[in-house]
């Protein structure tokens, strides 16, 4: 296991290097070290960041001892016990998912690929437990571990220009959701009415580092209803 250490990136952020290489093997000890250090409030720490090997870790420009601080999150990095999928404090969303083929451009492709029927891929990625390893990309988009191997697919060559908001696309063994309409090069296989980023709540985004995911196939009159309420909303 590869031991924590601190890479400075400014006089007041710095990364906690938790693991070597990329990949899920690891990837619950990120969260769970974001979220030890974000339950000890350590004071100084204005912002925490899980990213695929990292926590970025923002210090408050009046402190006095950026080092001090830093070397405590380190501690709690290296002391804090890894936590499973239990933890009382993990919270399960349920997200409604239409697989209906306008909605879901590429999802026969990678049905085809996989030797399924494009409602048995469906079912299979409704199936799934996934996890929240960080945000990025842009404001709310999710990177999701726990896809099911059979539908692995890579990136698209060239990016659609318009992705529309709620769109659920793959990317290698990640599933994310596009929280607003941008520029996508994931394979899209279905859409979610449920808004996943709105700047005006108080929590803006709706997934948050550590959260597990379980998606529910609905019909597409399903999705036109509950989009409709959403935007008028």
């Known amino acids: 296991?590869?031991?924590?250490?601190?890479?400075?990136?400014?006089d007041r952020t710095l990364h906690l290097a938790l693991v070597e290489g990329h990949g899920d093997a690891h990837a619950e000890?990120?969260?769970?070290?974001?979220k030890a250090?974000?339950?000890?409030a350590v004071a100084g720490?204005?912002?925490?960041?899980?990213?695929?090997?990292?926590?970025?870790?923002?210090?408050?420009?009046?402190?006095?001892?950026?080092?001090?601080?830093?070397?405590?999150?380190?501690?709690i990095a290296r002391t804090c016990a890894l936590r499973n999928s239990a933890h009382e404090s993990q919270r399960t969303i349920e997200i409604p998912v239409c697989y209906d083929s306008d909605l879901a451009p590429d999802l026969e492709a990678i049905a085809s690929g996989a030797g399924l029927s494009t409602?048995?891929?469906?079912?299979?990625?409704?199936?799934?437990?996934?996890?929240?390893?960080?945000?990025g990309f842009s404001p709310g988009f999710a990177y999701l571990a726990g896809l099911p191997a059979a539908l692995?697919?890579?990136?698209?060559?060239?990016?659609?220009?318009?992705?529309?908001?709620?769109?659920v696309g793959v990317a290698?063994?990640?599933?994310?959701?596009?929280?607003?309409?941008?520029?996508?090069g994931w394979r899209l296989?279905?859409?979610?009415?449920?808004?996943?980023?709105?700047?005006?709540?108080?929590?803006?985004?709706?997934?948050?580092?550590?959260?597990?995911?379980?998606?529910?196939?609905?019909?597409r009159e399903e999705y036109d209803a509950r989009h409709a309420v959403e935007r008028s909303s």
């Open 1 to 10: 296991m590869h031991h924590p250490r601190i890479i400075w990136s400014g």
């Open 29 to 34: 000890r990120i969260v769970n070290v974001f």
């Open 37 to 40: 250090i974000r339950d000890e």
């Open 45 to 75: 720490v204005i912002d925490l960041t899980p990213a695929s090997t990292t926590v970025q870790i923002t210090i408050d420009p009046g402190a006095a001892d950026p080092v001090a601080i830093a070397n405590e999150a380190l501690r």
């Open 119 to 135: 409602s048995d891929a469906a079912a299979l990625h409704a199936s799934a437990v996934y996890t929240v390893r960080f945000l």
């Open 152 to 167: 692995h697919a890579a990136r698209l060559d060239s990016p659609r220009p318009r992705v529309r908001a709620g769109s």
């Open 172 to 184: 290698g063994a990640r599933c994310g959701i596009y929280p607003s309409e941008t520029p996508g």
């Open 189 to 219: 296989i279905g859409a979610t009415p449920l808004p996943m980023f709105d700047a005006q709540r108080p929590d803006p985004c709706s997934l948050r580092a550590g959260d597990r995911v379980r998606f529910r196939a609905i019909t």
